[in-house]
């Protein structure tokens, strides 16, 4: 684009556009220097043209400045035409501003001379406008009483109490406080103001009560005609289930709307238990459903429609959060009723009086749902007294697993009767047994009593987080965040809510609780107190004060059956318990009445009730704010373990080892019991004769770990009492041993080392019993190696020839004793084995989590009771050990006679020699006194080891023997053959093989009446048959009539070593 394209030059003149772009640009610089172009033309040859060039150029120039003058001179000449015109208009504006201002000067003048009637005619008028209005309210205010006290009498509380607020700010109002006509008003209005107080705190008392229209359906056990207490039934039956815990429903106030600061939320519902099984019954985790056909009264019915109670009021905030709320009904009625204390103004009133209610309203609950029982147990007495006559009820321990003794009035199989026995034993009567019927009645009374608590403690909650909450927004924003940091924040909101708060109605409601379990257990400060001074002395055992000295500034309990007392002499642990379980001469009848319900009542109980307490805690613990969990942590679960720590295990230990020392120090504790000609049976129940001081110490035992499924927590202790008492017991079993086989040869023999080491390897091992699922033979060998084994134990036995009579037992009662020992301590093992896989770990490791030395302290118990029945096994295997080698022992005794004698008869014998007819006669009475103590497998074992032994001391006596004839030999087969029918005659002992070795001996002898030549034959047909050095004794003995060459011994070495 060129320097001159700007210009406006009409199309016509397109050709100066032309022109101009010819011209040098130099021509139009900034700052033109003309001296070149001049000095360019002077010296130009055509100086002439260049000028005439330049002309041009001017003319040029001279145009387009002309048609660029031309252009912009019109735009100039509008432009002050248009000036002109603004002009004009501003001077006629100007004139008629100066005409309005006149004409406003005017009608200011004017209006002046009205200003006064113009006023007065305004004020009459608002006058008589307010005066209509107030005349309104008037007649409308003097309506309210009686529509309020409709709303009342429709329990129509929420729209009653927004109309009494209404009508008291309207009366406060500036223009009707000097109204006369309204003082009856006023004072009609403060009269329903109290008395609406009053229906709304009766209501909302007995709502917080499940009492109310709109409680909770599950409020109570007896809530239709159709259900049965099932306190009752427990209390009577001991094999009767225990019911599933009835699903409550709760809410927590976790959320804040509006400006009155309602609170709103849910909680998940649980059963008391918290949904354990700690009993093994099925939980249903569902809510018991009602159909109540779209009742509205139906808690658990979550409907956004417009409740019935509030079906009258005005709309408002709070009326449609209640709307859109998710709350079960009888939660949105408390929130209600709460709210109407906050609309009349009366939080603080409300919250005395239910303070002052609390605990007699509890207290009644309590007494009126015992009696409820007691009346159900005297109406259905006479059919459950018709159905405990048909049988008796078993007892079972630990969750079934383990093995359920009875005690039948009957004799046992075998003679003996039992139910004395184990009715003297125990320490506490069948009702108070861990699975008697008073356990299983407090258990069920409590968790009926405790769910009907946490029922009325959610209800205590919901109220109390409420009022808590609107009292805090009302008085002091700031107390509202101190409230999630201040445990003690009840005492500084106390004043705004009458002293109520959820930490004080906590508090009652567990004190209650406490005082009835105090009942239960007929326990009282005074013989608490004493009972664990004393106990703990008599148990040599101090109890601990650590949990006590902790919670002395945490939560108490006041006692408040202080009249309630019980003498304690000091006599002993006899006394001692009879203060918890008797009354006493001047015990008040104040309480409860939980004696209507039970069959019994005493400190044992303690373990029926611990569960329920502990579940009752947990409940507690997630339906509380954080807050306050310590005051549950402190509260009935910590008095409940104090005093399980404190005195009832102390009392039980004392009890139990007095029992135990009874048991296995009375005269008949380790008296064999069965009857001769009885028949062994491996079932206690069909007559198996247990000794009776360690049957009576497997009762305890069973008993003593009974209480660990009631109290899991207490497991590490009460097994602990177990292991002292099996260690005790022991003792006592391996004193009876020791007695009985003191001083004796088979004692020392297997003693020995090498003997020891072969009886292990002995094949016959099979026969005893496994310590701990091992097994008693360590490798598994050949018969060959059988044979070699019997061999060398048979020439270690035989090298203690001679064996003297002393050194045998010839009361034949020791060794029955030896036998029911054996295998009473085999039964008590077996027990004790069952009791470790039944009892669980968990309740072994029910310690906190946060003390890995009680977990340690808690896991070891199973391994201990394990180690015990290894224990036991080991002593009843000694036993059998010993009667084997006894009578092996009393074989080589009788048999040994026949070593350095002639056995050259005159004729052929009849009978045996004595010797083998005392054998077997003492192995036939021994057997038969022994069978019915041990099974047949352990009788085999203990007469199986004389047919080895006899037959190698037979084949061996021929080494000793100086001279025997043909009727000695027929006399030595003829005492095999008794001895052969005597072993026969035993059931459990293997008749042929019997037979195959005092065959073999026969077989034996019978080869001395051979000739030699014919005994050549036979060596070298059954060389392997007999050892070299038995056949080198059929050579060495003298044989009347049978001649022997000179080399004879050679010629038959000869043969044995080809």
């Not at 005493?602 to 329920?612: F, K, Q, T, V, W």
Request: charged residues 25%; hydrophobic residues 40%.
């Amino acid at each position: 684009m060129g320097m001159f394209d700007g210009f406006p030059i009409p199309p016509d003149k397109e050709h100066l556009r032309d022109e101009l772009s010819r011209i040098d640009e130099s021509w139009a610089t900034a700052r033109f220097d003309s001296l070149p172009h001049v000095v360019h033309i002077l010296t130009s040859k055509d100086r002439e043209g260049q000028l005439q060039i330049l002309k041009e150029q001017s003319d040029v120039v001279e145009d387009v400045v002309d048609e660029v003058v031309h252009a912009y001179h019109g735009g100039f000449n509008k432009a002050i035409q248009n000036y002109s015109q603004i002009l004009r208009l501003f001077s006629e504006s100007s004139e008629s501003i100066g005409v309005l201002k006149g004409d406003l000067t005017d009608a200011k003048q004017c209006l002046g001379v009205r200003n006064k009637q113009l006023h007065q005619l305004w004020y009459r008028s608002v006058t008589l406008r307010h005066i209509i209005s107030v005349l309104d309210q008037i007649e409308s205010i003097a309506k309210v009483p009686a529509r309020i006290g409709k709303l009342i009498s429709d329990n129509q509380f929420y729209a009653a109490a927004q109309s009494l607020v209404q009508s008291t700010l309207m009366l406060e109002r500036e223009g009707l406080q000097m109204v006369g006509a309204l003082q009856d008003v006023r004072s009609e209005l403060s009269k329903l103001r109290s008395v609406l107080f009053y229906k709304v705190l009766e209501d909302l008392h007995a709502h917080l009560y499940n009492k109310g229209e709109y409680s909770s359906s599950a409020s109570s056990l007896h809530d239709k005609d159709d259900e049965v207490p099932t306190t009752t039934a427990v209390a009577f039956t001991a094999n009767s289930t225990h019911p599933v815990s009835r699903r409550t429903r709760s809410v927590r106030l976790d959320s804040m709307f509006g400006s009155q600061g309602l609170v709103d939320g849910s909680y998940k519902p649980g059963s008391i238990d918290g949904g354990s099984s700690y009993d093994g019954h099925d939980e249903d985790g569902s809510l018991e459903t009602h159909d109540n056909d779209g009742d509205a009264k139906d808690g658990k019915v979550i409907s956004h429609q417009m409740p019935l109670w509030l079906s009258s009021s005005t709309p408002d905030e709070f009326v449609e959060a209640i709307k859109k709320s998710d709350a079960p009904l009888h939660v949105k009625y408390l929130q209600t009723m709460v709210e109407c204390l906050c609309l009349l103004n009366k939080v603080a009133a409300a919250g005395a009086v239910i303070c002052q209610r609390l605990r007699p309203t509890i207290h009644e609950i309590i007494t009126s749902k015992i009696k409820e029982n007691a009346e159900f147990i005297n109406s259905s007495r006479s059919e459950i007294d018709k159905a405990n006559r048909i049988g008796n009820s078993s007892v079972h321990f630990i969750k079934g697993h383990i093995e359920s003794y009875w005690l039948p009035k009957q004799k046992r199989h075998n003679g003996m009767s039992l139910a004395g026995t184990l009715l003297a034993v125990s320490p506490v009567s069948p009702v108070m047994a861990p699975t008697g019927k008073a356990q299983a009645a407090a258990k069920e009374l409590l968790d009926s009593i405790l769910a009907t608590v946490v029922q009325i403690i959610e209800n205590h909650v919901v109220v109390g987080e409420l009022i808590q909450s609107k009292s805090s927004l009302q008085s002091n924003p700031n107390i509202q965040k101190s409230m999630s940091t201040n445990v003690d924040l009840d005492s500084e909101a106390s004043q705004v809510t009458g002293g109520y708060s959820i930490g004080f109605s906590l508090t009652v409601l567990q004190s209650e609780c406490q005082q009835l379990i105090c009942e239960i257990l007929r326990a009282t400060p005074e013989a608490a107190s004493v009972d664990a001074t004393q106990t703990a002395r008599l148990a040599n055992k101090v109890p601990t004060n650590e949990k006590r000295d902790g919670s002395e500034d945490a939560f108490t309990f006041a006692f408040r059956f202080t009249d309630v007392t019980v003498s304690v002499p000091n006599q002993g642990v006899d006394i001692v318990r009879q203060g918890w379980n008797k009354k006493g001469p001047n015990v008040s009848q104040e309480g409860y009445g939980s004696a209507t319900v039970l069959p019994e009542q005493g400190i044992y109980l303690a373990a029926s009730l611990y569960r329920p307490v502990h579940q009752f805690t947990d409940k507690l613990a997630s339906m509380l704010p954080t807050k306050y969990s310590q005051l549950v942590n402190d509260g009935l679960l910590a008095f409940v373990e104090n005093f399980v720590k404190d005195h009832l295990l102390p009392t039980m230990f004392v009890d139990y080892r007095k029992s135990v020392q009874q048991a296995i120090s009375s005269p008949a504790a380790f008296r064999p019991r069965a009857h001769p000609g009885v028949s062994y049976n491996s079932s206690i129940e069909k007559g198996r004769p247990v000794l009776q001081g360690l049957q009576a110490i497997d009762s305890l035992a069973k008993e003593v770990l009974g209480w660990v499924q009631a109290m899991p927590k207490f497991a590490a202790e009460l097994v602990k009492f177990v292991q002292t008492f099996l260690e005790r017991t022991f003792e006592r079993c391996r004193t009876s041993y020791m007695e009985a086989v003191l001083e004796k040869q088979s004692y020392m023999v297997i003693g020995r080392h090498d003997i020891d080491k072969l009886m292990l390897l002995d094949p016959a091992n099979v026969c005893l019993p496994n310590a701990l699922g091992q097994s008693n033979v360590a490798t598994i060998v050949s018969d060959t190696e059988s044979i070699e084994i019997e061999s060398e134990l048979s020439e270690l036995l035989l090298n203690l020839r001679p064996i003297k009579q002393e050194n045998l037992i010839r009361d034949d009662n020791k060794l029955v004793l030896l036998a029911s020992l054996s295998d009473s301590l085999e039964y008590v093992a077996d027990s004790i084995e069952r009791l470790v896989q039944a009892t669980p770990l968990a309740a072994l490791n029910h310690v906190d989590s946060g003390n890995p030395s009680n977990k340690q302290t808690s896991s070891s118990p199973a391994r201990d009771l394990a180690s015990f029945a290894d224990e036991y096994r080991k002593l009843a295997i000694d036993c059998l050990k010993f009667l084997r080698v006894e009578m092996q022992l009393e074989t080589i005794f009788h048999l040994q006679e026949m070593t350095y004698r002639e056995y050259l008869e005159n004729q052929d014998a009849e009978e045996p020699d004595d010797f083998v007819i005392s054998l077997t006669a003492q192995i036939t009475r021994r057997d038969e006194e022994i069978a019915p103590f041990v099974a047949g497998v352990k009788r085999n074992y203990i007469f199986g080891g004389i047919c080895s032994i006899a037959a190698n001391t037979s084949l061996k006596a021929l080494a000793d023997m100086k001279s025997i004839n043909l009727f000695g030999v027929q006399q030595i087969c003829r005492n095999s053959i008794a001895l052969e029918q005597a072993l026969a005659a035993i059931p459990s002992i293997d008749s042929e093989a019997v037979q195959q070795r005092l065959d073999h001996v026969r077989t034996y002898y019978e080869l001395l009446n051979m000739p030699f030549e014919a005994l050549l034959a036979f060596i070298t047909e059954h060389e392997h048959l007999f050892t070299a050095a038995e056949y080198a004794n059929l050579i060495k003995v003298k044989v009347p009539g049978r001649e022997m060459p000179p080399d004879a011994q050679d010629r038959v070495s000869e043969i044995l070593s080809r």
